[in-house]
């Protein structure tokens, strides 16, 4: 079992910044790859951004030019700095780790952490 802690998020007004944190509690090499989604009242979950381990990152376009991922191998950390922020981009934040165990792969998901972005 692999868990997952994340923190960051909050409350901001547009145009501004936060950033998320997820840290998880899995083997550095057994991670295939972290991300971030989120979901907003009434939606379905959505791909925000994910770094697949040794890749690059890849972006919803709605976030690029605005977040940035990141990982810290060393730890099984990964980052979402957040800019410019809109109200759309209001949501809960939720932190994906993908852990390869032999031939089993397994998704691995945080609480979730609130975004709030007021006008």
């Not at 868990?3 to 007004?13: A, D, I, K, R, T």
């Not at 040794?54 to 991922?69: E, H």
């Not at 060393?74 to 979402?80: C, E, F, G, Q």
């Amino acid at each position: 079992q692999v868990e997952l802690l994340e923190s960051g998020g909050g409350l901001v007004q547009a145009g501004g910044s936060l950033r998320l944190s997820c840290v998880a509690s899995a083997s550095i090499s057994r991670i295939a790859a972290m991300a971030w989604y989120r979901q907003a009242p009434g939606k379905q979950r959505e791909l925000v951004a994910s770094m697949p381990t040794g890749r690059s990152a890849n972006y919803a376009d709605s976030v690029k030019g605005r977040f940035t991922i990141s990982r810290d191998n060393t730890k099984a950390t990964v980052l979402l700095q957040m800019s410019s922020l809109k109200p759309e981009d209001t949501a809960v934040y939720y932190c994906n780790c993908r852990v390869v165990d032999g031939w089993r792969t397994g998704d691995y998901w945080g609480q979730g952490t609130q975004v709030t972005v007021s006008s």
